[in-house]
Nanobody
């Protein structure tokens, strides 16, 4: 039972990335999913939440309108589409399943010119 992130990398300001979080050993759609990020020297920040009830999505003000969380039940995967990236989006991004106590290893996103 685990989740694993992928899709991070180096991108210029204004660019886009799509992060993936693949779940194994359990059915992702039955649980709330969250994306967090943590930048060096900063506290962990909750970026986006996907609710298993009704598919409600919630975003931090810092990413609202630029990031989109979504799921693909057939692939048992949750995504974080990140557009209009800014320097301050640089961080390690983690997907978390709170009610299962699961967290991936993280994927580094670096926004730099």
């Amino acid at each position: 039972v685990q989740v694993a992130e992928s899709g991070g990398g180096l991108v210029q300001p204004g660019g886009s990335l799509r992060l993936s979080c693949a779940a194994s050993g359990f059915i992702l759609s039955r649980y709330d999913m969250r994306w967090y990020r943590q930048a060096p020297g900063k506290e962990r920040e909750l970026v986006a939440t996907f609710s298993s009830v009704g598919g409600t999505t919630i975003y931090a003000d810092s990413v609202k309108g630029r990031f989109t969380i979504s799921t693909d039940n057939a692939k048992n995967t949750v995504y974080l589409q990140m557009n209009s990236l800014k320097l301050e989006d640089t961080a390690v991004y983690y997907c978390i399943v709170p009610t299962r106590g699961l967290r991936g290893q993280g994927t580094q996103v670096t926004v730099s010119s």
